[in-house]
C-alpha cells in the first residue's frame, strides 16, 4: 500500500469586488483620460490612487485633485523574466512613478527608453491608451516614457522612495 | 492579582445591508470609528491600543484588514493586532492588554462584507481541509445537522423555532439598524418551504454587510465618556473539539463552562444579546447560559435580524452595553461565537453602576 503523501482538493471561489467611492471616482477618470486623487484635509497630502481615507490620519479624504500625467520615478528595477501577464519582452524597467502633485508613488512600466538608462528621479509622462480604448481601468495608462526635462533632484521625493 | 475594571465607554454600528454597493471596508468605517470615539471623549491619539476583527475571505484578498488600517490613521506607527475572528474576540484581546496595565483605552472594531462572495461557500473554507472542506458542506446544511440533533434530543418542535424568529423580527422592528424587521406570526412562516431540513428561511440570519466599533477603558480615561459607562465584570471563552461528529451538537458545553468563568450565574441577568445566527442555537445558548424565561434576550433582534460576519459578536457586546447605559437593566450577558454549529463561543457580563 502507497502512503499518501498529498491530496488535490482544488477550491474556486468568486467575488464581486467594490472599488468604493474614492476610487471608483479614479477609475472612472481613467476612463475620461484623466488622473484624480484626494487631498487629506488634515495633512494636505494627495493621494493617487485614492481610497477614501488618508491612513496617516485616519480622516476622510473629501477634496478631489485632477494631476497631470508627468511624474518623476522614485525608484525602479530592471526583469529580466519574461511576464505571464504583461506582453513586454524583457528585459523592462518596472518602477514606482510620483505624479506631480501627488503624495503617492504608484507602479508603472517604463517605456520607450533603452531599459540600462532608466535612473531615479528621471522625469517621466503617461502614455495613454487610444480614446476609443479608454476604459475605468489602471490600463488606461499604458506606459510612462521620458520627458525632456532634468532629472528631478532627490530631496523632491527622498520621502517616497 | 487584581483585574483592572474595564468599561465599554463607546460604541458605533453601520446599519446592516444585504448589499453595500458604494463605499469600500475604509469607507465603511470612518464614520462608525469616529463616532464611537467621539462617545469616549477620545481623539486617535489618545487610544492606547487597537485591535480588529475580520476575515480576509469574505474580502477575497490577503491583508484585506490591513488595508482597513488607512480607516484608523496607524502613522507615527501605533499599537495594533487583529485576530481573524468575529470582532468580540478582538475585545477580549483589548481586555487582556487592559488586565496588563500597558494602556488605559483600547479601539475594537469589526467589519464584514459579506456580498461579495458567496458566503455559504465562504464558510465552508473554514472546516478541516482534508475530510470535511473538499466535500463543500455550506453553512446551512451544517446548521441543519446541529438543528436536527437538537430537536431530537430537545423534544421542541419546528414551531418553537420559528417562534424565536417571530420574537426576533418584532424587537428588531424598533432598531433602525437591523436588516430584517418584517413581522411574521409563527403559522406563516411555518407554511413556507425548507432550505435545508429542518431549517426554513426565517431559521436563518440575513447575508449583511456592515461593522461596528467599541471603545474600552480603564481608570481615570472612563470619565471622559460621553456615554455612561458599562463595566466587563467578567468575559471568558472556550472552544469544542475541531470534529463536528465528536460533539454533542445538541448542547454546547463551551457555552457553559465560558459562562461559569464569567460569573453569569452571581446575579440577576436582566437582558441577554446572544449571536445565534439559527433559531435553535439560541434555545441552545439559553440553556447552556441558564437563562430564564424572564430574561429578555436579543432586544435588538439579533443576529436573525442582521449578521454581517465577524461583527455580529462584537454588536452583542455592544448592543447589550448601549442598552444598560441608557436604563435597559443592571445587569447583562452578551455572547459571541465563532466557527461552525457554535465552535468557539465568548460570554461576557456587564453591569451598570
Known sequence: ?161 | MALRDVAVVGFAQSPSVRRETSGNEVEMLMPILAEAKQQAGLKGKDIGFTVSGSCDYLAGQPFAFVSALDAVGAWPPIVESHVEMDGAFALYEAWVKLQTGEVDSALVYAFGKSSMGDLPEVLTIQLDPYCVAPLWPDAISLAALQARAYLEASGKTERDLAEVAVRSRRTAAANPKAQVRTSADAATLLATPYIASPLRAHDCPPISDGCAAIVLACGDVVKKSAMKPVWIRGIDHRIEAHGLGIRDLARSPSTKLAAEKAGVGRGRVDLAELHAPFTHQELILREALGLGGDVDVNPSGGPLAANPMMVAGLLRIGEAAARLAVGAGKRAVAHATSGPCLQQNLVCVLERD
Open chain 1, 1 to 161: 500500500m502507497s502512503e499518501i503523501t498529498n491530496i488535490t482538493t482544488p477550491i474556486r471561489l468568486d467575488y464581486t469586488y467594490t472599488a468604493g467611492r474614492a476610487t471608483q471616482r479614479f477609475l472612472l477618470g481613467m476612463a475620461e483620460g484623466r488622473i484624480l486623487g484626494q487631498r487629506c484635509p488634515e495633512c494636505s497630502k494627495v493621494y493617487v490612487p485614492p481610497r477614501g481615507a488618508c491612513p496617516k490620519c485616519g480622516v476622510p479624504t473629501t477634496d478631489e485633485v485632477e494631476v497631470t500625467g508627468r511624474g518623476t520615478v522614485t525608484t525602479f528595477c530592471i526583469v529580466r523574466i519574461p511576464s505571464d501577464v504583461l506582453s513586454v519582452p524583457p528585459p523592462f524597467t518596472c518602477a514606482h512613478v510620483l505624479l506631480d502633485g501627488a503624495d503617492l508613488p504608484f507602479f508603472a512600466l517604463i517605456q520607450e527608453c533603452p531599459f540600462d538608462e532608466v535612473r531615479m528621479g528621471m522625469r517621466v509622462e503617461a502614455v495613454w491608451a487610444p480614446k476609443e480604448e479608454l476604459a475605468a481601468t489602471f490600463e488606461s495608462i499604458r506606459y510612462f516614457r521620458p520627458i525632456d526635462e532634468p532629472d528631478a533632484p532627490f530631496e523632491s521625493y527622498k520621502e517616497h522612495t
